[in-house]
Nanobody
Framework: QVQLVESGGGLVQAGGSLRLSCAAS????????MGWFRQALGKEREFVAA????????DYVPSVKGRFTISRDNAKNTVYLQMNSLKPEDTAVYYC???????????WGQGSYDYWGQGTQVTVSS
């Protein structure tokens, strides 16, 4: 069983920055595809960013491209989400997710991931 623990959320003014971290247990973290999702109050959870196991490939939802950066440190079993130029519409609970299964998958799809963290709140004030 893999455990994911997010941290780094908080309250920030519009235009500010936050860096989220997601620490994973497990000896094979380096083989996991990782993703970040978010859920705003009253809305469905949505894809934000994904990174492949090697870190060589990444993708983002269009609304965060150029502002958010996903990265990973396999030596520390940690994935990060650097969020710059934050907007009030970025306010949500942010979740990290890990995919342990091997093979190609729809990285935007929540069902593609095997493990989820508990979430961390990000609030952006205007």
């Amino acid at each position: 069983q893999v455990q994911l623990v997010e941290s780094g959320g908080g309250l920030v003014q519009a235009g500010g920055s936050l860096r989220l971290s997601c620490a994973a247990s497990g000896r094979t973290f380096r083989t996991y595809g990782m993703g970040w999702f978010r859920q705003a109050l009253g809305k469905e959870r949505e894809f934000v960013a994904a990174i492949m196991s090697s870190g060589g490939w990444k993708d983002y939802v269009p609304s965060v491209k150029g502002r958010f950066t996903i990265s990973r440190d396999n030596a520390k079993n940690t994935v990060y989400l650097q969020m710059n130029s934050l907007k009030p519409e970025d306010t949500a609970v942010y979740y990290c997710a890990a995919r342990e299964r091997i093979g190609s998958y729809d990285y935007w799809g929540q069902g593609s991931y095997d493990y989820w963290g508990q979430g961390t709140q990000v609030t952006v004030s205007s």
